[in-house]
């Protein structure tokens, strides 16, 4: 599976089923997307930057979660922090919950904050502890130099992991690729 953000409406990736958020983020470009090799069925976005599905039994999300310097679309009016509260209420309200939630969270989960708040963060850490879900990219480092990951996949915390690694993605993206391998159970 791959969680992708800020995805081209013109993204073909042969051999895998793509679903995009419904929301635009700029013209020809989503939110967010999920591409899956086995087909997966859409589910409603659980908010306008979040695109989901459901693999099986497992339910996916990919979002993007406001950065400091977003405008108020589609987070509402700032400080970033309540925007960043604002979506994350909203997420919390959705249902069903994720299985397997990343994306571009445009926060650091420890350490130095560059692209989010500390007290968004604050708000993400409680959200991620109330699904029971562990961030495996939490650790990994940034593109640049002396910061942490502002993207993240997160699974159920009963699952074992494996491995995370970052992968550079230049050329690709502004941002690095994350890669976890995990032994999942899915929740009954």
Do not use: F
Request: proline fraction near 10%.
């Amino acid at each position: 599976m791959l969680l992708l953000t800020e995805v081209s409406e013109r993204t073909e990736l042969p051999g895998w089923h793509l679903h995009l958020s419904r929301d635009q983020m700029a013209a020809r470009r989503r939110w967010s997307g999920i591409a899956t090799r086995a087909p997966a069925v859409p589910l409603p976005d659980p908010h306008p930057a979040t695109a989901a599905v459901r693999l099986g039994r497992l339910v996916c999300w990919s979002s993007v979660l406001p950065w400091r310097s977003s405008g108020a679309i589609p987070w509402g009016a700032a400080p970033h922090a309540d925007r960043t509260r604002r979506v994350l209420d909203s997420l919390l309200a959705s249902s069903p919950a994720p299985d397997v939630w990343g994306g571009d969270w445009n926060h650091a989960l420890h350490g130095r904050e560059w692209s989010g708040s500390k007290v968004g963060r604050g708000h993400l850490l409680r959200a991620i502890a109330r699904w029971e879900l562990q961030p495996l990219t939490g650790g990994l480092p940034h593109r640049l130099p002396d910061l942490l990951s502002i993207d993240h996949i997160a699974v159920p915390g009963v699952w074992p992991a494996h491995a995370a690694e970052s992968v550079d993605a230049t050329g690709l993206s502004d941002h690095d690729a994350y890669v976890v391998d995990v032994t999942p159970h899915v929740r009954p």
